[in-house]
């Protein structure tokens, strides 16, 4: 019997409201809520591109040209496996494996590969609940619904996390990131996730990024661009303060000389910034004043990129 083979892509994202803190491991659910946007390149498209394959014998899987271990802390198939009898029922076939590759994604990509099988998934179960599966997906990223939803998404409620998109990428049109990239190694994510809630400090963080996401729904609702991304630098400067006081040091000494000169910059040409936990210091701005960023930047750092905010997963690779 021939493959059944269900196809979708996804873009990674990065922090508005930055999440810090999981409760545990496996669930992955998070102590505040959070927001962010889906990103990609400005002239070529970024994105995790997926196969969910229903076949009548056993395959391989592999995610960038490596073999997926099923019983991996981040294997697909801890968020898989709660539909596996479902999905072999409605597609009349034995066998489940998956196959993801990444395209221009120039850092972590968990969101995305795990937005684009969600996407795999709601072709397989057309039926399926899908507030649902995000709370399985995020066993593979808890950062799935912004990519899923694509645009800036907010991700409300710890007891029962659910993500939802409150502009889309079309409100954006006028803005470019400028990611400035530095020669060091991302640290894992964990360590930010599994450290801050250690600090005494950590209630007040939660209070202060669940009052964020709030102003932000505030923002958005006007559609107030400069004042969305006013906000997260506003929460990036507030989480890495945090990072720093629990030993997770991210921002280096080069990091924070280029955010000095922004603080400074941003006075005669509007620009912000956001730091999440990699090597990269992101710098919205309007699309006319790009290509002067870009060349103030190359002081700091000759790895640029120009991105633009992207949409929602899609059907199809």
Known sequence: MEDRVFKASAHPTMGIVLLGGLKN????????DSAGIAYSLKDKESASRTELIISDSQKESFINGQKVEPTGSRSPFKALDPYRNEIIKKNGLP???????NENIL???????????????????PDIDVKNLEIEMRKV???????????????????????????????????????AVFPHTRKP????HFNQPESPEY?????????????????AENHDIEGIFELAMEDTDDYHNLNDKVGVH??????????HEIRIWKSDVWMTYIVTGGNSVFI???????GEIMKRVAFFTGTMHELKVAGKASSGT
């Open 189 to 192: 994510s964990d360590d930010i």
């Open 203 to 219: 209630v007040m963080r939660v209070k202060r990024a669940n009052q964020r996401v709030e102003r932000l729904r505030t923002l």
């Open 25 to 32: 491991s496996d669930s992955r659910f998070p102590f505040h």
């Open 107 to 125: 850092s972590g990509s968990s969101d995305s590969g795990a937005a684009a099988l969600m996407k795999c998934l709601v072709q397989a179960l």
């Open 284 to 290: 919205p701005c309007h699309k006319k004043d790009a």
């Open 95 to 101: 066998y489940i494996s998956v196959n993801s590759w």
């Open 250 to 259: 991210i921002l280096t000494e080069h990091m924070r000389a280029l955010l």
């Open 141 to 179: 990223s808890e950062s799935v619904g912004r990519s899923y939803y694509g645009g800036l998404t907010v991700t409300e409620n710890h007891e029962k996390p659910v993500t939802s998109r409150i502009l889309d990428e079309s409100e954006f049109s006028d803005y470019s990131i400028i990611s």
